[in-house]
């Protein structure tokens, strides 16, 4: 069977990682199994760069250029894990990459992803799928979140709904019912912040860019008035459909939050942030349970899973079963470069996706630009 190669950097900002797949189509389901991962990171210079551009008055040239250079990026993810033993000289016939969102406007019909396909392309020299947000957009959808296609063939159980969540820089859930075989089935969509509040939290107090396994977070004190204060966001009276990015969650909403100049010990904010996570991906959890969306699992995936207080704070909040993706055999860090070799498998075989209940898009809709490999390759 054909092999795809799915490549994604998240919200998180953190590099990309890159994951061969081996699907086929079997009775009436996609099977899925991966074949080999790596991860490529960016550097300091060129995240920080990134991140620039998360100012509405960025100029054009620097996202010009940084198109290409984190193109550049993907492309030697790519050829890494094209070098891994595991694939014994196959060599995936398309690649599926999401590139790196800088700005995501969903009620503006608008989310911009850098990381050319022909750049990928020309360097790989495999044809390549790219921008699959677009056309969903163009379609009246919010574009995100596109984990739950990835998500119903991976974690869907017979017997119980499945709630899949999502912890990357923003979290997302995905409600799968018992038995569910199609994707108009399902609900999904962005429930607030993952990780990014924590990791922005993690670079003012100098500790690194993140706060590896809730460690801080562990040593501090909820403090009530900021959760309240954080919980009382419009994003999180807002119905579904929706989504949302770092245009909410980021530098702003620090200030909104009041952090600016808030006298209280930076741990303790750590262990705020951090429940504030916690609570909003289980309060939806709560939301879909009341609306007839019955819960009895849930699978967290994503960098956030690795988050050992993070997950207990999740936990603590559940009377379900919770466990992270790798409980299933699943590494919880390649869910997502699954989704988009995934994605590419579809876009190759010309398959419209009804994403009527996820992204909220008026009609089935086929996601993805092919760059093809250039000339004399």
């Not at 396909?117 to 790219?130: D, L, N, P």
């Not at 956030?304 to 919770?322: M, S």
């Amino acid at each position: 069977m054909p092999l795809a190669l799915g490549l994604m950097s998240g919200t998180s900002i953190d590099g990309v990682d890159a994951a061969v797949c081996d699907i086929s189509y079997k009775g009436g389901r996609i099977r899925i199994k991966i074949l080999a991962a790596a991860k490529s990171a960016y550097g300091a210079r060129l995240r920080k760069r990134i991140l620039s551009l998360n100012d509405i008055n960025s100029p054009g040239e620097q996202i010009c250029r940084l198109n290409v250079e984190v193109a550049e990026v993907f492309a030697r993810a790519a050829l890494k894990v094209l070098k891994s033993p595991a694939l014994k000289g196959k060599k995936p016939e398309y690649i599926g990459s999401h590139g790196q969102t800088v700005f995501h406007l969903p009620k503006l019909g608008a989310s911009l992803q850098i990381g050319d396909g022909s750049v990928i392309a020309a360097r790989s020299g495999i044809k390549t799928w790219f921008d699959f947000r677009s056309a969903d957009l163009a379609l009246g959808g919010q574009g995100a979140p596109l984990a739950p296609v990835i998500h119903l063939p991976l974690f869907m159980d017979q017997k119980t709904g499945v709630g899949v969540v999502n912890i990357g820089g923003i979290a997302n859930v995905t409600h799968i019912p018992a038995g569910a075989a199609r994707l108009n089935k399902l609900t999904a969509y962005d429930t607030g912040p993952g990780c990014m509040v924590m990791d922005m939290w993690a670079r003012k107090m100098g500790a690194g860019d993140f706060d590896r396994n809730g460690s801080i977070a562990s040593k501090g004190a909820i403090d009530k008035t900021l959760l309240k204060r954080m919980l009382s966001h419009p994003y999180f009276r807002a119905r579904p459909p929706k989504s949302t990015g770092r245009e909410t969650f980021g530098e702003s909403f620090l200030k909104w939050a009041g952090l600016a100049g808030k006298a209280v010990a930076s741990r303790d904010v750590m262990a705020t942030l951090t429940e504030l996570t916690a609570q909003t991906i289980t309060d939806e959890i709560g939301k879909l349970n009341k609306r007839g969306r019955k819960t009895g699992r849930i699978v967290l995936c994503g960098g956030g899973a690795l988050n050992g207080y993070l997950v207990k704070r999740i936990k603590a909040h559940c009377r379900i079963e919770v466990a992270p993706s790798d409980a299933l055999g699943i590494d919880c860090k390649l869910v997502e470069p699954a989704l988009m070799a995934l994605l590419a498998f579809y876009a190759e075989k010309g398959v419209a996706l009804d994403l009527s209940k996820l992204t909220g898009s008026k009609k089935p809709v086929l996601l993805g630009k092919l760059a093809p490999v250039p000339c004399g390759q």
